[in-house]
């Protein structure tokens, strides 16, 4: 009969805990399963005028390949793109310019805050990377942790019911 309630504590204990795992794991492969490979996007508010192509990457909504017309700036690229992830590194986006392959790191929000700062321009074929902020809790961890309160809580309650 202990064995028997043993079993049932074991795998209603398992029940509980499986979810969180699943939650877990779901969360942290968001990232992966939401970037899109990219497409092309054309914007413009007049048929002949002049365009730039930018390709943006990284943690935006909408990474690919964008032609926007020329006095587009950084931020209003940005937020074509449909927006950065919440998990995106705002502090350490990257501008690499195609004429002078200069590559340039840009804190989007000292720009945005900072209404005196001129906004950042665009040159044709350059590529903007956002990169993402790194998790504080690596996957993982997140499944040692479960597994060993998981674990520790078959223990305790296998102890509370042999005494």
């Known amino acids: 009969m202990k064995n028997f309630l ?3 504590l074991c795998l209603s ?5 499986n979810p969180i795992v699943v939650r877990a794991e779901s969360d942290i492969n ?3 399963e939401i970037l899109p490979t990219g497409s092309e996007y054309l ?5 002949d005028e002049p365009l730039l192509t930018i390709q943006v ?3 935006v909504t909408k990474p690919g390949i964008y032609h926007i017309p020329k006095k587009t700036d950084v931020v209003t690229l940005l937020s074509l793109t449909g927006g950065v ?3 995106a590194d705002l502090k350490n986006i990257v501008l690499r310019r195609h004429k002078t392959k200069q590559i340039v790191q840009v804190d989007l929000d000292k720009v945005i805050r900072d ?13 903007i990377l956002v990169n993402m902020k790194e998790e504080p809790i690596s996957p993982g961890t997140v499944k040692v942790v479960t597994f060993i309160s998981l ?3 078959v223990v305790a309650v296998g102890l509370s019911v042999t005494k």
């Open 43 to 47: 914007l413009r508010n007049y048929p």
């Open 115 to 127: 209404t005196n700062n001129m906004p950042i321009k665009l040159g044709n074929g350059d590529v």
């Open 57 to 59: 990457l990284g943690g």
């Open 13 to 17: 204990v398992s029940l509980i805990f």
């Open 85 to 87: 992830f919440p998990t």
């Open 30 to 32: 968001v990232d992966k």
């Open 151 to 153: 674990i520790m809580g």
């Open 6 to 8: 043993i079993y049932i």
